[in-house]
């Protein structure tokens, strides 16, 4: 039997304590520990993008981080992007241009669209489509998800837009 | 906002606030009290005897409730569910009980399932469990298969093929003859449509949860079927209808692959019934790239005959369709019942049909985004383009001239479907115009004088959908909507459609905004519910629209014409001179004589003082069956580019011209196409299940299944005509499908041009391109 | 429900806590930096450790830094560090382009150049660059520090030279002589996006153009990662035009153990091989110069 072990993490400004195995996946204790199940498992190639949360202000696919890993660390997920009862430009823009049908790699591609913009705020459209290359959608084709995010790096360039609880 | 532009305004969609913020509820997001967790431990074999199981070990792992096999379904769970079995399999070939029995027939069977504590413990159990196999050779190229000594996957029947039909060619081939005398030609191909993974971005999950007092089963499920799902659990589970409920979540995209009866339902169901738990089961994506229904595996023999001028005088196709191991629902009918009916494709041509439909050793085939159509439609366009290369056509007027003629609709098909109406050439001219074709061809020419390998491909499609009329399917195929007008003048609606992704909570919507004349917030769309919605048959086919649409248009007329007769009364007018508009009732030339919808809602609910002769209350259920099916068309033209060195191949231009009738949301529209267009290309370009010899499957993960991501697609270049349909009220047809039609043949078509070849097979990897290449060289 | 099976973590805070673990452990412990190659294996149940060791906690481990004629990078520094060092793009395009092409914006925030090179995955790009710059990898045992070249160092699929209770601590590139240029170049299998073949080559040339110095590593078509000894002798002596790179070029998969699967045959590896290894090698001309 493996020796659980005791974290504390803060996730969408909150801290939690818990007991947890080792093993458990970053993504799962977000889901089914803390019960914020906006994140999705959409793979198990860690390719697929639909886990991807920040890590003390990173953007990374926490289906291949241990929850123990993120022990002391902040976490933002898709609840905790914008403050209740508002959306932040990436969330309008996907709403604006139909960047999503089934919606089910909508938060993951919204997170990483999230890191993308913070990386490069003013980026091509070769640059978004590389950008996203680390999630994958199968409705959409990924036309308007290019022009979400264009849609958002236009509205960012007027506002601050830090989530809820962000890291540095 | 204008209330009566509705219909045909791109509003934004109202499923979306939810799921932008991490708020919708998928099955995995649900959490029972008391639930347990379900695992399956499945082949690793192609094809074996099981020779024994021990659980032993794994029932000892502290959190494992208990492990079913075969034995314990016997006699209390029913057979997967096969809607249409003939041939050999109305005598039971390749149907199966929800666990495999005695053999395992493809990589990813299901042998055992494990019920636990928690996720973690069901996944830990399923080392724990020791089954040993005698391996036996599998069947799984599809000719290899059919021949004699070919390992059989049901020994008693002695042969792996179920159903067959080669009916005489003497006409056919004396139409061949003829053209050929006359100077004309037989060109034949033999054509591949591969096996392909819908893979849905959520991969399947069910929960199953059973009340022993009063023997009630609810099934959360990710399905497209809801009322069907809740009638075969009822017939296989032996309850009684009215005892089982279905509710299906948030579904994370389907693509026809969540069209169907799955064992873990069936499973997760009894081991709800059996532990009084409920039970949860999620799909890995191992598994779904493993046992979720594979899409296509379809090959053809085609001869076509043409005149000097590209006039095509006959095409003859012989299918060959391979449905894996078992039968799933569909599975046996998808190419001689969805894609035989349009074998013509957009053509005016006589077609002459013949087919196998065969077992292998894989994963069982049925619908995916097309389901038969994307087939046919492939046989047809390279059929044109085959012709076209052969006499030296350019292939759009190859297309032009073959095409089925504006004053020719309804249009009795060779191949038996009745197309409803339809416009080709100025989709084809649209699409010709957009990409400009002149000079892309001088482009092309440009291009091949520096020694680039540059091709263009055109694919003029129809399709068949809006299932359905009587007679498509061995149970009817309408669809239901019941309206509610509430007394604070908000509509309910409750649709036995079952959209997941395509956006009707919207545009239904803005269906009853418009008809109403009300603002479309006051409108809400239900769905996915068998308890409060009435029977339908799900989101599948491009049906959702054209027959769903449809009843709900046809229930919102009913209750307009009552609110008409409550309101004339208010008015003291003939009902005849009362007009709806702007959320008023009026009188037709008195326009101050008005009382608004909300009055007339509140006066039909409430009222103690309503005319005689009319029933209090505004509520209404409908089923439409359409007459007909309706049959959405376009044109698409592409180019792609091939490195010459690498094989490497890039879509550079991708244009797409559809014509779906009436667009209710064209946002909306085009988002579908763009989605069915990655699908089409995914599939041409990189996409493609495969096993070994032996039955193992060599693309279980990402990592060997291409999945197309973001820089491997240009923009889409999109636009449409709209020819309306007769067939329902709305004069929509479907759209859902069409683009993954009408895609793969363009792209097809565009690589066979940059090769300068006849045709090559999919998908159009590097390697392939790059051995051609070096073919040609030496 | 794709898991790890069970195993205890053991966060340290030094690479000698590391070490004591690794001899405790040995052959059922595994060094956790990023994580992203083991986590996805331990997931699939390819690789069961019995004891993570995690080594992020340790300070001193991420770096990048010049000191003297080498620039010494920290095995804990993750790819997005590498891909923004204006230090690295100067003398080495090719790592740092490299970093930028590797994965996607998530894996790169987490990746550790020193856990690539301890995995050696056949088709990585990062033991193919290292061992195109001729690095000198640093790992550290019970008995102390040890210096092991590149070519030393990839020894088979998944097979390094570390001993079991051994880490990789920091990786040395010796700067190299003006008018040194870099570059790496893959074909993407479609579905992992990983190398079907990929080169890595450095070039030195003398004021004449001519060619003084090269090394030339091939990822992806093989069972590890290798130099192209041939490949090189052809370039040294001569004056880098299309012709002669390409003539060079030629022997690039020469003496390869070549590997075959879904996503290509031997002998397209081989030729695309050749072909990577002449785009390669004349972009890194092209920088030299």
């Known amino acids: ?168 | 906002m204008g209330i009566s532009a509705m219909v045909g305004t791109p509003i934004k969609r109202r499923e979306d606030p939810r799921l932008i913020t991490g708020q919708a509820t998928y099955v995995d997001d649900m959490k029972l009290l008391g639930m347990y967790h379900m695992a399956i431990l499945r082949s690793p074999y192609g094809h074996a005897r099981i020779v024994s199981i021990n659980t032993d070990a794994a029932k000892a792992l502290p959190g494992v409730i208990k492990i079913y096999t075969a034995e314990d379904l016997r006699g209390k769970v029913g057979n997967v569910v096969v809607a249409v079995p003939l041939g050999r399999i109305a005598e039971g070939m390749g149907i199966r009980g929800a666990l495999a029995e005695g053999k395992v027939r493809f990589y990813g069977d299901p042998v055992a399932a494990v019920i636990a504590d928690d996720a973690y413990t069901a996944r830990d159990a399923l080392d724990l469990i020791d089954i040993e196999y005698e391996p036996l050779p599998a069947a799984i190229d599809i000719e290899k298969a059919m021949q004699p000594g070919a390992a059989l996957l049901y020994e008693e029947f002695g042969t792996n093929v179920a159903m067959s039909s080669h009916p005489p060619t003497d006409e056919m081939d004396k139409i061949f003859e003829q053209t050929v005398a006359d100077g004309g030609i037989v060109v034949k191909q033999r054509i591949v449509n591969q096996r392909v993974a819908p893979v849905p971005m959520e991969t399947r999950g069910v929960i199953a949860e059973y009340r022993k007092s009063d023997k009630s089963l609810t099934v959360w499920s990710s399905t497209q079927i809801p009322h069907l799902l809740r009638n075969f659990l009822a017939a296989t589970l032996s309850l009684p209808q009215h005892q089982v409920r279905v509710i299906t979540p948030e579904v994370g995209g389907g693509f026809g692959c969540k069209l169907n009866y799955y064992p873990e339902e069936m499973v997760a169901a009894f081991a709800a019934m059996q532990t009084g738990h409920p039970v949860k089961w999620i799909e890995d994506r191992s598994e779904n790239l493993a046992v979720t229904v594979h899409g296509r595996d379809q090959l053809d023999y085609i001869e076509v005959a043409a005149r000097k001028d590209g006039r095509v005088t006959g095409l003859k196709v012989h299918g060959i369709s391979d449905m894996g191991a078992y039968c799933q629902l569909f599975t046996n009918v998808i190419m001689i019942a969805f894609g035989f009916p349009v074998s013509c494709g957009s053509y005016d041509i006589p077609v002459h049909l013949s087919f196998d439909v065969v077992f292998t050793n894989k994963a069982p085939t049925d619908a995916y985004r097309g389901a038969g159509r994307p087939e046919a439609t492939y046989v047809s366009e390279r059929a044109m383009d085959l012709v076209a290369f052969n006499l030296g056509l350019d292939p759009a007027e190859v297309r032009r001239i073959n095409f089925v003629q504006p004053d020719q609709f309804p249009y009795k098909s060779s191949a038996g479907a009745v197309y409803d109406t339809g416009n080709y050439e100025p989709a084809l001219d649209k699409a010709l115009q957009i990409i400009d074709y002149k000079n892309l061809r001088a482009e092309q020419a440009r291009k091949r004088a520096e020694g680039k390998l540059m091709g263009i491909g055109i694919s003029s499609y129809i399709e068949i959908c809006g299932f359905g009329p009587k007679g498509t399917a061995p149970v009817g195929l309408y669809e239901s909507a019941r309206v509610r007008v509430e007394h604070s003048g908000t509509v309910m609606v409750y649709t036995g459609a079952s959209p997941h992704g395509q956006g009707e909570e919207t545009t239904f919507a803005q269906i009853v905004a418009e008809e109403f004349s009300i603002p479309v917030e006051n409108v809400m769309i239900m769905h996915g519910d068998t308890d409060s919605t009435p029977e339908g048959r799900g989101t599948y086919g491009s049906r959702t629209t054209a027959v769903g649409g449809a009843a709900l248009f046809n229930a919102v007329q009913k209750l307009k014409e009552k609110m008409k007769l409550i309101a004339s009364h208010i008015l003291e007018a003939s009902p005849s001179d009362v007009e709806l508009e702007d959320g008023k009732f009026s009188v037709a030339g008195s326009p101050q004589k008005s009382v608004s919808f909300n009055d007339v809602a509140l006066t039909a609910n409430f009222s103690n003082t309503l005319a005689p002769g009319i029933e209090p209350g505004l509520e209404t259920t409908v089923f439409f069956e359409p007459e007909a099916c309706v049959f959405p068309f376009g044109t698409y033209v592409c180019s792609v580019e091939i490195d010459k060195e690498t094989g490497e191949t890039k879509v550079t231009r991708f244009v797409a011209v559809d014509d779906c009738g009436r667009q209710l949301n064209p946002m909306i529209v085009q988002g579908q196409i763009h989605g069915g267009i990655a699908q089409g290309i995914g599939q041409a370009m990189w996409e493609g299940v495969e096993y070994s010899e032996d039955g193992q499957l060599l693309t279980s993960t990402f990592m060997d299944y291409a999945m197309p991501i973001a820089e491997e697609f240009p923009q889409f270049e999109l636009d449409h005509t709209v020819t309306l349909t007769t067939v329902n009220p709305l004069g929509v047809k479907g759209v859902g499908e069409a683009g993954t039609i009408g895609s793969t043949p363009a792209i097809a078509a565009a690589v066979a041009d940059a090769l300068g070849v006849a045709h090559v097979d999919m998908p159009f990897r590097a390697e392939k391109m790059w051995k051609i290449i070096h073919q040609q060289k030496g | 429900m794709s898991i790890p099976a069970p195993f205890d973590y053991h966060p340290v805070k030094t690479v000698d806590e590391a070490i004591s673990l690794l001899q405790e452990y040995s052959d059922d412990a595994k060094i956790l930096a990023g994580g992203h190659s083991l986590i996805p294996s331990m997931k699939l149940r390819l690789s069961q450790p019995g004891h993570l060791i995690d080594i992020r906690g340790i300070d001193g481990l991420s770096y990048i830094r010049e000191e003297g004629d080498v620039i010494a990078v920290g095995a804990v520094t993750p790819y997005i560090q590498v891909l923004r060092s204006d230090l690295l793009k100067h003398h080495f395009v090719a790592l740092t382009e490299a970093a930028e092409d590797l994965g996607d914006q998530q894996v790169r925030n987490r990746g550790t150049l020193g856990g690539s090179l301890a995995h050696s995955d056949p088709a990585g790009d990062m033991p193919a660059v290292v061992l195109a710059l001729k690095a000198d990898i640093v790992v550290q045992g019970p008995k102390g520090k040890r210096t092991v070249q590149a070519d030393d160092f990839f020894v088979d699929t998944f097979l390094t030279a570390l001993e079991p209770d051994e880490i990789l601590t920091e990786i040395r590139f010796k700067i190299p002589p003006a008018r040194t240029g870099t570059a790496y170049i893959k074909l993407e299998n479609k579905a992992s996006h990983y190398a079907l073949t990929g080169c890595a080559a450095m070039v030195t040339l003398d004021t004449d153009g001519t060619c003084t110095a090269a090394s030339v590593a091939i990822t992806g078509a093989s069972t590890k990662t290798t130099r192209a000894g041939t490949v090189e002798a052809e370039l040294v002596g001569k004056k880098l035009d299309e012709a002669t790179v390409a003539a060079a070029a030629q022997h690039a998969a020469e003496g390869l153990e070549l590997v075959e699967d879904i996503h290509g045959s031997k002998a397209y590896r081989a030729q695309m091989t050749v072909v990577m290894a002449r785009r390669a090698i004349l972009q890194a001309a092209e920088h030299a110069s």
């Open chain 1, 1 to 168: 039997m493996t020796m659980k072990r005791a974290i504390t993490v803060t996730v969408n400004g909150q801290q939690y304590s818990s007991e947890v195995e080792p093993r458990l996946l970053l993504v799962h204790y977000l889901r089914d520990v803390l019960d914020l199940t906006g994140t999705h498992v959409g793979c198990n190639t860690s390719q697929c993008g639909a886990c991807v949360v920040h890590l003390n202000g990173e953007a990374v696919k926490s289906c291949t981080i241990l929850a123990v890993q993120a022990d002391g660390c902040e976490v933002t997920t898709i609840e905790g992007l914008a403050p209740e009862g508002s959306l932040h430009p990436i969330q309008e823009g996907f709403w604006e241009k139909h960047g999503l049908q089934c919606g089910f790699c909508t938060p993951g591609m919204i997170m990483a669209s999230y890191q993308l913009l913070k990386n490069n705020p003013n980026p091509t459209e070769a640059e978004i489509r590389k950008g996203l290359e680390g999630n994958i959608c199968r409705c959409t084709g990924y036309q308007n998800i290019v022009k979400a995010v264009q849609y958002a790096a236009e509205h960012m360039q007027t506002s601050a837009t830090e989530p809820v609880g962000a890291g540095e």
